[in-house]
């Protein structure tokens, strides 16, 4: 496979990139502290949490984006050679995801380990948290390919990126805030449950509250969400929709990135 | 061609600008075109040896010159012998001594029976370079054909002359 000389280079690169060490190391001090000062335990797991949907989004979007730009002319140079786009392609995300996504295990896990995660009750969050940690990694790095494929003009490239990220994790909370408010003498729990389901950051936070038992944080859709995702379907559909999140912008950046005349 | 990338194990490209990597030597990124080639034709190291880059080549290219960077860019598309070059402003930021060395060189290797094509404005280097040329002026083709038609065309021996003469032409 010469998707995997590609990998093997850029894993070579980012070894020794600043951002993506700084960008683990961050993620240690973070979840160290709010390990030894949070309150301990699901507490500290909570604000984690919020710390997680915000950070991994944002790094995974700018830092996607920035480095696609910057390798702009060298994918040129690559693409005068004989490989196959598709390959070049596989290599160059698999070689981007697979260092951000290893210093988020690595930032967010190790303290964990040497902080001792108790008696093993924090396990299964633990375990949800890191996965939806590595999926909105997988996602927002390959929406970040994207709109460096779509935008050749790098102002308007980072612009997008910083746009998606507010919307994200902020205006999209806001506007459902805004619709439950707005509507709140009707039955709102499955509109709002679908719409949810169309925010990968917001699926995540639910996802991870639920285990934790903070239903109630949720207001008083809560119950709702938690008949929904708390169920094994609940959570199937959520994984599959998180998941989706991840192959739907893949597949239409590697489809652009097949296509375009560069 | 049909999607199969093979042909390209034939076409040396030199881009205008080579930005490599930052974080990588000459090296891994000599080894990872190698990589990316199943040919195994015995490389050709002759450029890195005139443009002194033997000793840069452990170097993180992050810390090479501008010129420098060039240098190992031109040399890279020598390296595998490729029967058609395609060379984008060659000589654009390399210092006079290296662009002999490479304007010697595309000269030999056109000799060799190599197809090259090359773009430039500086168009007083080209006279010794080509044998045909494509004058293109705003996205339209101006002129096409040898340099010697073109030379009887607008009556001028320079190269730089005969292409301001069909730019004036065109004004008329």
Wanted: glycine residues 10%; charged residues 20%.
């Amino acid at each position: 496979m010469t998707a995997t000389k590609v990998l093997r280079y850029e894993l070579q690169d980012l070894r020794r990139s600043r951002w993506v060490f700084g960008y683990g190391l961050l993620l240690l001090v973070l979840t160290d502290s709010l390990l030894r000062f949070g309150g301990g335990g699901p507490r500290a797991l909570v604000s984690l949490l919020n710390v997680v949907l915000v950070l991994v989004p944002l790094v995974s979007i700018l830092f996607g984006t920035m480095y696609l730009y910057g390798a702009r002319d060298f994918i040129e140079l690559l693409l005068a050679q004989p490989i196959r786009r598709s390959e070049l392609f596989a290599g160059l995300y698999a070689g981007l995801v697979l260092p951000l996504a290893l210093a988020f295990v690595f930032g967010v896990g190790l303290p964990f380990a040497w902080g001792g995660a108790g008696d093993g009750s924090l396990a299964r969050p633990l375990a949800t948290l890191l996965s939806v940690g590595v999926l909105l990694t997988l996602a927002f790095t390959a929406i970040a390919f994207l709109i460096s494929l779509l935008f050749d003009d790098r102002a308007r490239g980072f612009g997008l990126a910083l746009l998606l990220w507010l919307a994200a994790t902020a205006l999209y909370d806001a506007a459902l805030v805004f619709v439950a408010v707005a509507w709140a003498d009707y039955p709102l729990e499955l509109p709002l449950l679908g719409l949810t389901l169309l925010n990968p950051v917001d699926l995540g936070r639910v996802l991870l509250l639920l285990q934790l038992d903070s239903a109630a944080l949720l207001g008083y859709t809560g119950a709702v969400f938690e008949r929904f995702f708390g169920s094994a379907l609940g959570v199937a559909v959520s994984a599959a929709a998180l998941l989706a999140w991840c192959a739907l912008p893949l597949g239409l950046a590697g489809r652009r990135f097949r296509r375009k005349d560069f | 061609m049909n999607g199969d990338p093979s042909y390209r194990t034939d076409v040396g490209y030199m881009p205008q600008q080579a930005r490599f990597p930052e974080n990588l030597t000459g090296r891994e990124v000599i080894r990872l075109l190698r990589d990316l080639r199943a040919d195994a034709v015995p490389e050709d190291d002759e450029l890195f040896e005139s443009f002194g880059l033997v000793r840069e080549l452990d170097k993180p290219i992050r810390t090479l010159s501008g010129g420098t960077r060039q240098k190992l860019n031109a040399a890279v598309a020598f390296m595998f012998r490729p029967a058609i070059l395609i060379l984008d402003e060659p000589t654009a930021g390399l210092d006079p001594i290296a662009s002999g060395i490479l304007k010697a060189r595309i000269l030999r290797a056109r000799d060799e029976g190599r197809s090259i094509l090359l773009t430039s404005h500086v168009l007083s280097e080209l006279d010794e370079l080509v044998d045909d040329v494509v004058f293109l002026l705003e996205g339209r083709v101006e002129f096409e054909g040898s340099l010697r038609r073109l030379r009887e065309a607008t009556g001028e021996h320079r190269l730089e002359r005969a292409i301001a003469r069909l730019m004036q032409r065109g004004v008329r």
